[in-house]
């Protein structure tokens, strides 16, 4: 009631998106940004019309009908229309008066129309330029959240079916988590809003896949246990307590784990980021919170019968108790925890070979699953014009102009060049590169060109490739400062949880080469598969990020119920029986996690979807074999020696009862 309430009259947080917000801290091109924000706002931004001939090259007649309707498209100032060396194609430069991104997407809609139909017979005219990609980023989010919604919740819905085969139980768990899901983002939005942190269009939609995801795992492992005590215990408040009690210790220690991690993104020096880990830290404790009292007193309310038709009685045989798959495949690995220690690290180590063969690094035109115009018009573009013409390089000064211009001309790797927008003291000069965007050859130009405006004050290089190769350089900072971060802390809070040495390292390595393999088999994917032939600077870390603290959950869930079955069975028994009682859930919880993730397909972004795709490889190997068989043999190979140095066995219970419970 208290979580309608917050949703029905809060209502989401709002961010008036910042031209920075994407852009690292402090980096010159982010610093080119500031200048640029500050000149006029019908100066702000630009869009290219093309014109291509649809046989051969434009006639002299299409020419000049071109180059009226290029003044009427500027508004009767428009430049004139500049035509190709090779005949097939012209362009018009044309300003868009337009303050935020909303009046963007608007103009260019009206561009578009204009130019299309004011276009001569057998000439085709696409609308391309800063302001086109602008649009169309936009517009690949408009119903984004709704879809990204719906997809999420059919895919949960679908697994929870599958997982329990009852017509009514699987609705329970689900209508908890969406509504966790909802609180979640109105909470997180809010608490954004008020402390002025930025956020994008893709925060909201990962956050709702993280809350799902993780708050389905989390309501599997409860009604598991749930179960399990039903077959004990004729009162449901009685089971429900008991499960509780034995299930809270790990799925808080799972979300705090997860909680801390998401945390080290506000290190970022990139704004949203910052957002996105805040965000998704909120969603997580929301989450949680659901999973152990909204849950346990839904389910409560009903009856024995919610579970039909495999309806638990008192007296049925435990899930820990049985002989099943998981038990059959505890023994087979018992029997043999060296050549499965082998084999699984062999298959890992395998499947990361192809981490040394990444690229990183996606140009504008591949950051799109399916190309919008205004990259499908960029692409042509640079068939008839110097590659730099699409998305010109722009240099931002309080010096000198024509010094600064004369300077810019100069430089190695500079096409052309030409005064911009002035106003309040500071000065634009549009430069175009003669090298392809992304190359080296252009990477170069903007080198330089910044060494050698080094001496003018406060003057800055900005434009696209300027802003990748800033965006490049703090991708690899934040890597370099939150990745050794986050193993800390989640070794720090596994040696919390555990009270030992050995098994927060064991489990923490096999996350990171369940992260290589991961990461590794997704490269053969994206190349052999998808056509990619790069992945994105931020797919390392936000990969990483999800994997290791989501990975283990996982290894969470089975060695915290090892290390209860040990202190009444011995090491040995008590890590088999906790394979046979969470088998079952943590393989369905695995599967469900890796689904969730893929779902940020849906989404045409690149980004999102090679995110997704590692996040799903590295969920379904470290549910499949990592904590199938690589844990399990791991801990039967050592022993004791697994838990040390904790004592973690039959005769550990008594030493640590005192003589007025015995």
Not at 141 to 155: I, M, N, P, S
Not at 309 to 322: M, S, T
Not at 526 to 547: C, H, K, M, N, R
Request: hydrophobic share 50%.
């Amino acid at each position: 009631m208290l979580a309608g309430l917050a949703i029905g009259v809060l209502g989401e947080g709002t961010h008036e998106q910042g031209p920075t917000d994407g852009l690292p801290r402090g980096a010159d091109s982010t610093l080119a940004t500031e200048l640029r924000d500050r000149l006029p706002a019908e100066s702000s931004s630009v869009a290219i019309v093309l014109y291509t001939a649809d046989r051969g090259e434009l006639s002299a007649r299409q020419l000049s009908e071109l180059e009226a309707q290029g003044s009427e498209l500027g508004d009767g100032d428009g430049p004139a229309l500049v035509p190709a060396e090779d005949g097939t194609a012209a362009i018009v430069v044309v300003p868009v008066r337009a303050s935020d991104d909303a009046a963007v997407a608007d103009a260019v809609t009206d561009l578009r129309e204009r130019a299309s139909a004011g276009a001569p017979d057998g000439v085709t005219a696409q609308v391309t330029g800063p302001a086109a990609v602008k649009a169309d980023l936009s517009a690949v989010f408009d119903g984004a959240d709704v879809r990204l919604l719906l997809a999420t919740a059919g895919v949960v819905a679908l697994l929870l079916l599958l997982t329990y085969r009852s017509p009514i139980l699987w609705l329970i768990p689900l209508t908890v988590v969406a509504v966790a899901d909802r609180l979640a983002t109105v909470v997180a939005t809010q608490i954004m809003g008020v402390l002025d942190v930025a956020w994008d269009a893709s925060t909201t939609g990962i956050l709702s896949v993280l809350v799902f995801g993780a708050g389905t795992d989390y309501a599997l492992l409860l009604i598991s246990r749930y179960r399990d005590e039903l077959k004990s215990e004729e009162s449901r408040n009685v089971a429900m307590a008991h499960a509780l009690r034995r299930t809270a210790e790990a799925v808080l220690s799972s979300a705090t784990t997860v909680f801390l991690a998401l945390l080290t993104l506000l290190l970022s020096l990139i704004p949203t980021t910052r957002g996105l880990g805040l965000a998704c830290a909120i969603g997580i404790v929301v989450a949680a919170t659901f999973a152990l009292l909204v849950l346990p007193a839904f389910l409560v309310l009903f009856g024995r019968w919610v579970f039909w038709p495999r309806v638990p009685h008192v007296g049925d045989v435990a899930l820990v108790d049985g002989h099943g798959l998981w038990r059959r495949v505890g023994d087979r690995v018992a029997a043999r925890p060296a050549a499965f220690i082998t084999g699984a690290l062999l298959l890992l180590a395998l499947l990361a070979a192809g981490t040394t063969q990444i690229e990183v690094g996606l140009d504008d035109s591949d950051q799109f699953l399916d190309k919008p115009e205004a990259i499908a018009a960029a692409d042509r573009l640079g068939e008839s014009f110097p590659a730099g013409t699409t998305n010109p390089t722009q240099v931002l000064t309080r010096a000198d102009p024509a010094r600064v211009l004369r300077t810019v001309e100069d430089t190695p790797g500079v096409e052309s060049a030409m005064p911009g927008a002035r106003g309040g003291g500071i000065a634009e000069i549009d430069v175009i590169l003669s090298g392809e965007p992304g190359s080296a050859e252009a990477q170069q130009a903007v080198d330089t060109l910044r060494d050698r405006l080094a001496a003018y004050d406060d003057t800055h290089v900005g434009g696209s490739e300027a802003e990748s190769m800033d965006e490049r350089s703090a991708s690899q900072r934040d890597r370099l400062v939150i990745l050794p971060l986050i193993l800390l802390l989640v070794l720090g809070a596994l040696g919390l949880l555990l009270r030992s040495v050995v098994a927060p390292l064991l489990l923490v390595g096999t996350v990171l080469a369940t992260f290589a393999a991961a990461l590794g088999a997704s490269w053969w994917i994206f190349t052999q598969l998808l056509g990619f032939e790069a992945i994105d600077v931020s797919v390392p870390l936000f990969s990483f990020l999800f994997l290791v603290a989501l990975g283990v959950d996982y290894n969470i869930f089975l060695v915290t119920r090892a290390r209860e079955e040990a202190l009444a069975h011995g090491h040995h028994e008590g890590m088999l029986r906790a394979l046979t009682a969470t088998g079952g859930v943590i393989t369905s919880a695995g599967i469900l996690l890796a689904a969730v993730f893929a779902v940020l397909g849906v989404l045409p972004l690149v980004v999102l979807a090679q995110i997704g795709t590692v996040i799903c490889v590295g969920v379904l190997l470290d549910t499949l074999v990592v904590r199938t068989v690589l844990v399990p043999a791991l801990a039967l190979r050592l022993g004791d020696r697994f838990w040390w140095p904790r004592q973690v066995g039959v005769g550990a219970r008594t030493r640590s009862v005192s003589p007025v419970h015995r």
